[in-house]
């Protein structure tokens, strides 16, 4: 069956901007995840979705970052005012239940000029 | 917090090498241990897990055995190949709620015939 998809693969945008990534988990799939890896470093934890509500929100680094799941498939990360700093690839994983295995997506790296 | 601390590469050894790769944790309660492994171009893997101490995970040749005492899971191979050539990171799963993972830096290994 299909996996994880991401959208998209590569965006590049200008400092300031605002952008929306896009994670299409496995269908049926009930836990979300996203999470944000930097050149040479491994994934760090963004937020954490049961269904449609962010379960665990900690790992957001700051209030320019916000993720939505309306109807508990698919999530949208939203990054305000990019910075420089936000340059990564943002990675999402969903499983069938908390606890399970991960499975990730391919990622979409951003770049901010 | 959580965290884990693994080997860092790159790593290159020749085909039909021992491979080692050291990883160790730091957490509070009993966290499920996993690698992940990340070809060139693909998304994240789970290569292996265990979820107890002692458990010993293999997959595809590799084997990490879950060290309480040394809280550690080192990831071995007894013969690499070329295909083997990926990042491979150590991981533990946080037992705070959501269960999100949290990641090594990662290990570039390369392979040579």
């Known amino acids: 069956g299909a996996g994880v998809s991401q959208t998209p693969s590569n965006k590049v945008t200008e400092k300031g901007k605002y952008v929306e990534l896009r994670c299409d988990p496995i269908?049926?799939?009930?836990?979300l995840y996203w999470y944000r890896q930097s050149l040479g470093q491994g994934p760090e934890f963004l937020i954490y979705?049961?269904?449609?509500?962010?379960?665990?929100d900690s790992g957001l680094p700051n209030d320019r970052f916000f993720a939505v799941r309306p109807e508990g498939s698919v999530s949208t990360l939203k990054i305000q005012r990019t910075e420089r700093g936000d340059s990564a690839v943002y990675l999402c994983?969903?499983?069938?239940?908390?606890?399970?295995?991960?499975?990730f997506g391919p990622g979409t790296r951003l770049t901010v000029t | 917090g959580d965290s884990v601390t693994q080997m860092e590469g790159p790593v290159t050894l020749s085909e039909e090498a021992f491979l080692t790769i050291n990883c160790t944790y730091t957490?509070?309660?009993?966290?499920?241990l996993f690698w992940y492994v990340q070809y060139p171009g693909e998304g994240l893997q789970l290569l292996l897990k265990?979820?107890?101490?002692?458990d010993k995970g293999s997959n595809k040749g590799f084997e990490a055995t879950y060290r309480k005492e040394t809280t550690s899971f080192h990831l071995e191979k007894g013969s690499v190949q070329v295909s083997d050539s990926a990042v491979y990171f150590c991981?533990?799963?946080?037992?705070?709620?959501?269960?999100?993972?949290?990641f090594g830096k990662g290990m570039k290994l390369t392979v040579n015939p």
């Open positions: 957490a509070t309660g009993y966290p499920s």
């Open positions: 265990a979820t107890k101490a002692d």
């Open positions: 979705f049961q269904g449609t509500g962010a379960a665990d």
């Open positions: 269908s049926g799939h009930t836990a």
């Open positions: 991981a533990l799963s946080d037992q705070g709620g959501s269960e999100k993972l949290v």
């Open positions: 994983a969903s499983s069938a239940r908390r606890g399970g295995e991960q499975y």
